[in-house]
């Protein structure tokens, strides 16, 4: 039976009983339910009664119906309302626009806008690189999507992707004071939301792809690199790309073994396999398998789009031939990006001896944790509700902060890596051990040590500009 999630937290205000015993009644009930409670609060009170908030999370709207009937089958118990607080949370959407400077007087509006303004206008205008120093492009950036690979909900359209999107903004601010907004397409073709991309880019400091489906954000994603003068970052691949390599390095740290000596096998050749297997590669791995819906992928052979193709050329050196089951045999590392339930503990146990497994389809994964973990001495997913969660939160936010800080033009894998390397060290060798292989989202030292790396590479290789600023004194009147 699924545990209670935050996911489907809900509010019940409950009329009670004026009586001493009324709170730990309502308590006793609901937690007979089978909900956790998060909170609870007496909001109104009489002499006859109470109005009581109480906060729980449940498994469902089923589960929180039945919740709700619990507390009703209790004489003397009312409920007046029943909300849910992940809809709450999004009521309106999760963004708005605020200020930097205040509007006062006259003085301050012709300064802010007309006249003033157009002296600034005029300043960008002769040498568009001032954009950077004189607009919010040093520090903004466009989340693009075009709603057609959302989480785990697939093609579900431009408007329905939105509270992801905006999710997105909230955490880019939260985690590394990144400005973001979401630019939600009404389109799939792939030429249309390039040329889209482009006309907009002007505005942003950078573009961050999100949930556009396999293989057009190859395509979307290269061509826009290509054409564009600012960075452009799938998270989609890369973001998982970078803390997955995290993962790994400490995971194989915990077990003793190296990254170029260990026989990995992923499951799941999209956006992220690929992504992920270009990472270990440049990071030092070199026995990798790839299995997709057919088996492993093999060299020698066409596939059926490029991205493939490039798999099949640059994995599986040996020739394995076999499904992913026959290919985890002796297998020293498993990670998944594909669909859940495909592995059961008898494959895990064919694993060579001190086995990693990152299981990270989400919301359900390759194979539980908990089945993995009896034969397997670290185990990761991408969920919350387990230790070591592969979370891409650890790493776009500091990466677009050190991207912006150093005012870079593209990305490069030696940043892929580096990102990947600061996250991994962030965990002291005292802190290391099999339930502690990442950091946890709200380590506040993940974000600053992302950018800094981030921004050293670039300043290294090349692709920062970093142009200067002027001073109010280098105005040409």
């Not at 992928?297 to 640059?314: C, F, G, I, M």
């Not at 790493?395 to 390397?421: C, K, Q």
Request: charged share 25%.
């Amino acid at each position: 039976m699924a545990t209670p999630s935050p996911g489907y937290s809900i509010i019940v205000k409950v009329q009670a009983p004026a009586t001493f015993t009324a709170t730990s009644d309502l308590t006793a009930v609901v937690a007979e339910a089978g909900a956790a409670i998060t909170a609870l609060d007496i909001v109104d009170a009489s002499h006859e009664s109470n109005i009581i908030n109480l906060a729980c999370n449940t498994r469902g709207k089923e589960h929180s119906r039945q919740v709700k009937d619990a507390i009703e089958a209790v004489d003397g118990f009312e409920v007046l309302s029943l909300s849910d607080r992940t809809f709450h949370m999004h009521q309106g959407g999760k963004l708005q626009t605020i200020s930097k400077v205040n509007v006062r007087n006259r003085d301050d509006l012709s300064r802010a806008y007309t006249p003033g303004v157009a002296r600034v206008c005029t300043a960008i205008a002769k040498d568009n690189s001032r954009a950077r120093e004189l607009t919010i492009k040093r520090n903004t950036i466009a989340v693009v999507t075009d709603g057609s690979a959302v989480l785990g909900l697939g093609d579900i359209g431009p408007e329905a992707s939105m509270p992801v999107m905006e999710g997105k903004a909230v955490l880019f601010k939260q985690f590394a004071d990144v400005d973001a907004w979401p630019v939600a397409l009404d389109t799939n073709d792939t030429e249309e939301i390039i040329q889209v991309v482009k006309a907009i880019a002007p505005a942003y400091g950078g573009i961050n792809l999100e949930d556009i489906s396999a293989p057009r954000c190859f395509e979307i994603e290269a061509r826009l690199r290509e054409e564009l003068d600012i960075p452009v970052f799938h998270d989609d691949q890369h973001g998982t790309a970078i803390v997955t390599q995290a993962a790994l390095n400490n995971a194989l740290k915990v077990v003793g073994k190296k990254l170029e000596d260990v026989r990995i096998v992923l499951s799941g050749v999209g956006a992220a396999g690929h992504a992920i297997i270009r990472l270990l590669k440049a990071s030092g791995a070199k026995h990798i398998l790839a299995a997709g819906r057919d088996g492993v992928l093999e060299p020698n052979t066409t596939q059926r789009d490029e991205h493939r193709q490039w798999l099949a050329d640059n994995t599986n050196t040996a020739g394995f031939s076999g499904s992913l089951k026959e290919a985890l045999v002796n297998a020293d590392v498993f990670i998944g990006v594909s669909a859940p339930n495909l592995l059961d503990e008898s494959d895990v146990a064919s694993m060579n001896t001190d086995a990693v497994v990152f299981a990270m389809a989400n919301p359900d994964p390759e194979i539980l944790p908990t089945d993995a973990s009896k034969h397997a001495a670290v185990v990761a997913t991408g969920r919350s509700d387990f230790p070591n969660q592969i979370n891409n939160v650890l790493a776009f936010p500091g990466f677009f902060r050190g991207l912006l800080d150093a005012g870079a033009a593209d990305i490069t894998e030696d940043m892929l890596v580096a990102a990947a390397d600061a996250i991994a060290e962030t965990i002291t060798e005292d802190e290391l051990n099999p339930s502690y292989v990442i950091p946890s989202v709200f380590n506040d030292k993940v974000s600053g040590a992302v950018a800094d790396a981030v921004a050293d590479v670039a300043k290294r290789n090349g692709t920062a500009t970093e142009p200067a600023s002027k001073t109010p004194d280098d105005i040409d009147f």
